[in-house]
């Protein structure tokens, strides 16, 4: 078990009201009576990012009206993000996952009601702190302010990215908020995130005028008060977390200041500063990416020691990832712990969901079977036929893959002889054999010589310890890679080339390509495959929805409505704040 | 100067012009078809050839040959030609709101193809001109190219040459088979590799190790690739760009950052590194001095490879 522990959750709020920026109001003085325990409070709220309630796995949620499981920060981006893409598809028939999968969603779906409204309820609990502390002179306090924020502006980022405008959440307000559309939800954040970084030179008294005119609720930004220029600690927020969100915020301009999901606005020069960010979270966050050995594996010897050499990409996503040199490669972790830190939207799921009993060990004595590959994502490694004729487990793919990233089991025969094989027929069969399984995910330490004979740890032998890393360096050089070649000025003296290489060196996969638009669609697939990314990178590309997008893959027909290129807002929230009417019907929902 | 270019004021045309229109068109003869009110309507007299579609690239398109303004002939006046574009542009800034500025942009030849290339473009980054009362500001881009930007609508007349960078836009690119020999230390199963314009400057492609008749080491390769083109060596497999053969300037002892080697039309191209070393060799190179690292020297800026004392240029042939 990990020992750096360094949650103090605390009890402190039941519930989160949807349509107000308020916390719990039931009683109407129960946030003005509570006494306010800063270090708590700021404790749950980087405790949001890894837990769904105030005691794990269940039983005390934080969000009200829906399932705690799917109220879960990262399991519900994640699912929303890749139930819908060409990287695997869902098995189980939960209520609303029919309509994720194939992109026929509707404003009651309740699993974009379960993102939602997580997301206010991180920023409710921010501003909550914000506003309790905007008083405060000093320093620990200052710094933590500066934290909230960042995370604050991390939920925000997730509104822009895949909802179009919501309600505009700045302070705690028993009043329902009013909206912003998502060209002003995107302003707001890139000035956010620059004066966090210390970039304020765009930001000005009239800007800052203009902001309060739109949002009475802004508060005047404090200009100074800057991230710590290096981490603390993996599982803090730097300076660098705001390059990475800006960063991220230039790449998708064309999408995000846009406030129709069916148009794009004319670049700028937002592809310079998406590569300029890019350039300063590689060179200069002090991360770095994780190298090593390809992988090995001496097959056939099931109880030999010393069988497994774990590649650095694989490592990244093992039991031990907050200390085998995954930890420098993360912007952010995401803390997840056996004994103290469990959650059924985090570590667990993605390691079980991925997962049956018939594969090797997992890390945890649980798994689902529930989310498998599409056979599309098994094409951006091999060819179709070369793949059909490829039967080996995940420790052999990346062999034959010449490719670490392949972490695909097609076939695995068991000590006793009992074979077990994935097929890629795909065709939305709810069979979790009828695609390879993805088995990026484990919660054996790469310590481990021999993942065969893995045995549950005593304890809580379910729950794995991986850390789930929110951001990676590696999606800085393949973002510097795209600003490129979209236009954008090369920054810091690297490459689009070299960036690209950097990945593929990693992880061992050739370097004789041709850098073109559709290489690097396909090469966020292979680096990102089950990370929660997929969707938005399928909607830059313009691959998505919308008239030209034409990929196909399983669950989804070329030609989709634009609209679905976002969420809806939730229908509860919009029937029960008035100020939000209009909103859905404006981008077709 | 790198770039030459002759951009010249109508006002100013007899003093200053290179080449000499049969006639010039006025104001009159180019606003007749077209909206000089809300638009900006150019009429650009190229001196050379064109034998492609000519199209007038900038801010009110993204600067890409995509959606470009293809120019129209205009009759009577042999030469001459007409792009006509919205004074005003809807720009994004930074924060991805919008705001409206002023045209920018400037008159590109096509090259034979049909292909687009800034190679082929007007323009004069140090000049004002001043036309027909009106002022269009040439300003120089970030990487020094020259932008013309209009104030207000109205009707421009340029004369201008357009810029040529090596092969004209009317001439095909000649290929040849080029074969190259790397005269350089050998390291066990080490490789060097080539990169360049043929393969897109992407993964470098082996060199085969051989002897020549006197017994020394040699690496050679062959490609295809049109002249003026160019090509470097680096060491194979390696993606560290610092790991490319180093030239020194013998004169002043410093390096000459990233020396490319030009196409021309000798094919058989020699280079001697044999006094040079692998920055990714695993097995010492006993014999070579650590100060004796370059075999080459720049002289007058071109490339000048030296063995056993006698000169040649890049291209394999005897310069003294």
């Known amino acids: ?589 | 100067m790198k770039k030459i270019f002759s951009f010249v004021a109508v006002a100013l045309a007899s003093a200053a012009m290179v080449a000499d229109p049969a006639k010039t068109p006025t104001v009159g003869d180019v606003s007749a078809n077209f909206d000089a009110t809300s638009n900006v309507v150019l009429a650009v007299y190229f001196d050379e050839e064109v034998c492609n579609d000519v199209v007038f690239v900038g801010n009110h398109q993204g600067w890409q040959l995509e959606g470009a303004t293809k120019a129209q002939e205009l009759d009577g006046f042999d030469g001459w030609y007409i792009f006509e574009a919205p004074a005003e542009v809807e720009q994004t800034k930074d924060d991805g709101t919008t705001e409206t500025v002023a045209l920018q942009g400037k008159p590109v030849q096509l090259k034979k193809d049909g292909s687009f290339s800034w190679d082929f473009q007007t323009g004069d980054p140090d000049s004002w001109v001043s036309l027909g009362g009106q002022e269009a500001e040439i300003s120089a881009g970030y990487d020094g190219e020259a932008n013309l930007t209009w104030p207000s609508a109205g009707v421009y007349i340029y004369e201008s040459k357009y810029f040529k960078n090596h092969n004209s836009p009317c001439v095909e690119a000649k290929s040849h088979e080029y074969h190259v020999t790397l005269y350089a230390p050998s390291c066990g199963g080490f490789k060097p590799a080539i990169i360049g314009d043929f393969n897109s400057w992407s993964e470098g492609v082996a060199m085969t190790e051989d002897m020549d008749d006197n017994g020394a080491t040699i690496y050679t390769a062959s490609f295809t690739d049109e002249e003026k083109h160019a090509f470097k060596f680096k060491e194979v497999n390696d993606t560290d760009w610092s790991n490319q053969i180093v030239l020194y300037n013998e004169e002043d002892d410093t390096s000459y950052d990233n020396p490319n080697i030009t196409l021309g039309e000798v094919t058989d191209i020699k280079i001697d590194y044999s006094n040079g070393t692998w920055t990714l060799c695993t097995d010492a190179v006993d014999n070579i001095a650590a100060d004796v690292v370059a075999t080459k020297v720049i002289r007058d800026g071109q490339i000048v490879i030296l063995k056993d004392g006698v000169e040649f240029n890049v291209l394999g042939a005897q310069v003294k």
């Open chain 1, 1 to 589: 078990m990990k020992n750096n522990k360094i949650f103090l959750v605390a009890s402190l709020f039941a519930a989160c009201v949807l349509s107000s920026c308020s916390l719990d109001r039931e009683p109407q003085d129960t946030y003005t009576k509570t006494q306010f325990d800063q270090d708590a409070v700021f404790a749950k709220i980087y405790a949001t990012f890894g837990t769904t309630g105030q005691k794990g796995p269940d039983g005390s949620g934080d969000v009200d009206g829906i399932d705690e499981g799917t109220s879960s920060f990262y399991r519900m981006f994640w699912e929303l993000n890749e139930f819908c893409t060409d990287d695997g598809w869902w098995i189980w028939n939960d209520v609303g996952l029919a309509e994720i999968r194939t992109q026929e969603w509707t404003k009651s779906n309740a699993l974009v009601r379960g993102l939602y409204s997580r997301l206010y309820f991180d920023i409710t609990l921010c501003n909550h702190f914000l506003d309790k502390t905007r008083e405060a002179t000093d320093e620990k306090t200052l710094k933590q302010i500066a934290e909230v924020r960042m995370i604050r502006a991390i939920n925000y980022y997730y509104l822009v990215d895949m909802f179009c405008g919501g309600p505009m959440c700045l302070t705690v307000d028993p009043d329902n908020p009013m909206p912003a559309t998502r060209s002003e939800m995107y302003r707001w954040l890139l000035y956010e995130c620059k004066d966090l970084c210390g970039d304020d030179n765009d930001i000005n008294a009239d800007t800052e005028k203009e902001f309060k005119a739109k949002f009475p609720a802004h508060v005047i930004r404090p200009y100074g008060n800057n991230l710590p220029d290096s981490r603390e600690n993996m599982y803090r927020v730097d300076r660098s977390v705001a390059w990475f969100i800006l960063m991220r915020l230039y790449l998708n301009q064309p999408i995000y200041a846009s406030d129709s999901p069916d148009k794009q606005i004319a670049p700028g020069s937002c592809y310079n500063s998406a590569a300029w960010y890019a350039s300063r979270v590689i060179k200069e966050s002090g991360r770095k990416l994780l190298t090593g050995d390809a992988a090995n594996y001496v097959d056939g010897a099931t109880n030999a020691d010393d069988v497994a050499t774990y590649s650095a990409y694989q490592k990244l996503f093992m039991g031990d990832n907050n200390s085998n040199g995954a930890q420098d490669e993360a912007l952010l972790m995401i803390y997840q712990d056996a004994n103290y830190c469990q959650s059924w939207g985090g570590a667990r799921f993605v390691i079980n969901a991925m997962r049956d009993a018939n594969m090797m060990p997992n890390g945890s004595s649980d798994s689902w079977s529930c989310f498998r590959t599409s056979p599309e994502l098994i094409t951006l490694f091999f060819t179709k036929s070369d793949a059909e004729a490829t039967m080996a487990h995940e420790y052999i793919m990346p062999v034959l893959a010449g490719d670490d990233r392949a972490t695909f089991c097609s076939e695995y025969v068991k000590e006793d002889g009992t074979t077990s094989t994935w097929s890629l027929v795909g065709g939305k069969a709810a069979d979790f054999n009828a695609s390879w399984a993805d088995a990026k995910w484990t919660g054996i330490y790469s310590t481990s010589k021999n993942p065969y004979v893995w045995s549950s740890p005593i304890g809580e032998p379910a729950w794995p310890d991986t850390d789930l890393p929110l951001f990676r360096l590696a999606e800085a050089y393949l973002s510097y890679a795209e600003a490129v070649m979209q236009g954008g000025n090369e920054a810091q003296g690297l490459t689009a080339k070299e960036c690209v290489d950097a990945i593929r060196s990693r992880a061992h996969a050739s370097l004789n390509y041709n850098l073109t638009n559709s290489f690097l669609l396909d090469e966020w697939g292979r680096e990102f495959h089950a990370e929660g990314l997929r969707r938005s990178v399928l909607v830059r590309f313009g691959q998505f929805a919308g008239e030209k997008a034409d990929k196909t893959w399983e669950g989804h027909t070329a030609g989709k409505e634009a609209k679905y290129n976002v969420y809806p807002i939730p229908e509860t929230d919009e029937t029960a704040n008035k100020n939000l009417a209009g909103l859905n019907a404006a981008i077709g929902y």
